[in-house]
């Protein structure tokens, strides 16, 4: 019996027979297919990327010299009865007083054939001795060379190392991690607890991630990731470097799925500013700023929320350019500035002295102002802290959940506030109003109201009844706290 007979049922035949025969062949070749295009979505194995990237992934060892500890402290409580036993003890075995060496382990990873290695600034910081072992049997030089240090960025926690190796080392490149999509697959490389060389596979579980830093995008994996891993690299499935291992979120301190590497877009950009001038040389502008939520659009007249609102113009480019308080940025150097955290990074990542185009909204309209940038390391180490706001009259009224009053000398006293300032101080709140929801308390000082300064109540309350008048919904205040600037919406309807 032919076997494709089996196949068909008994009253078929002829034409009909070879159709369903077709049918079935098409239906074979379609499960094949999506068999083939799984397995190469899906590699049986990590080990021929593994080879191929291992050699650049190196452990690195520093030594720091602690100075010796004096007593048996950590030993036993001071004022202990054996406190003398222990420290003699200490001193028969030459311990007392003399300085030890420590050791601390991390990873990294070669990106130039002539030894250039990239890890985290707290795996190297304060380090007196920097040591490199590369990963064994790979052609890459045994035993431990050492580094010195290019330059480092705390701000992203970037540190770049160069290594004199006897010949050309093998290397990774960085890939372009603004292409990594949630559900893509990643491998961690590194140094783990000091096990030596290990690997580690997952996913991109999250992107845009912010710890704590003004430059910060991080890459969220549940590839394991854990203490000795810091610095190294998280490989996309080509094997390009698409991020630094650099924090982990654990109770315990172990990898419990929730590891953050450095986007290897923002570690170019540093790396490269490291290597050409042995430390960062970002973009700045010259403002404070908050983002704009939708009571503060709808108080400024702005159509949606979007872009950075100017709390505050101290001296540098923004102000010699013409920017002011209470305009908001919506546009930096050609690109649409979505908010607070867009604009630091899109002006980081500036050319400093480069002339840009910044557009501002302001009073119903936009403007356009050229600003020529400075550089924010010299800004932050020549900063001043600006001064606080003043008040004048001297009488009280309440309003908006507000009992203000005009600054006197008094008042610049108790909420040590300079002369220079001017304004009305926030004498209590209610808690029960929106002021409170939003922040406000006693102390605070109201400088400007619907983008206009006020010196004196008859001025807010003129401000107030302007904003009623013309049908808005909140009037915004700009607020300072310490010195500190903010912009807030309060609702105007009874």
Partial sequence: MQPQAIAISGKASGGGAVLRLAALAVLSMAVLLMQAVTALARPESLAPLADRVSPAVVNITTTTVVEGRTGPQGIVPEGSPFEDFFREFQDRNGNGGRP??????????????????VTNNHVIEGADEIEIEFFPGKGQPQGLLPAKVIGTDPNTDIALLKVEAPGPLKFVKFGDSDTARVGDWVVAMGNPLGQGFSLSAGIVSARN????????????????????????PLFNMDGDVVGVNTAILSPNGGSIGIGFSMASNVVVKVVEQLKEYGETRRGWLGVKIQDVDGDLAEAIGLEKARGALVTDVPEGPAKEAGVLAGDVIVSFDGVDVQDTRALVRQVGNAEVGKTVRVVVYREGKTETLRVTLGRREDAERGSSRPSRDTMPDVSETELLGLTVGVLNDQMRAEL???????????????????????????????????????????????????????????????????????FVALNLEE
């Fill in 209 to 232: 991630r912010e710890l704590s830093g003004s430059y910060d995008d991080y890459i969220q994996t549940d590839a394991a990731i854990n203490r000795g891993n810091s610095g190294g």
């Fill in 416 to 486: 040590n506030v300079g002369d220079d300032v001017q304004g009305l101080a926030i004498l209590s709140v209610d808690e029960a109003s929106e002021a409170w929801e939003k922040g406000l308390r006693a102390g605070d000082v109201i400088t400007e109201a619907g983008q206009q300064k006020v010196t004196a109540i008859s001025e807010l309350e003129d401000r107030v009844a302007e904003a009623r008048e013309a049908g808005r919904k909140s009037l915004l205040l700009l607020v300072r706290r310490a010195g500190e600037p903010r």
């Fill in 100 to 117: 030890r060496r420590s050791s601390a382990l991390g990873s990294g990873f070669v990106i130039s054939e002539d030894g250039y290695i």
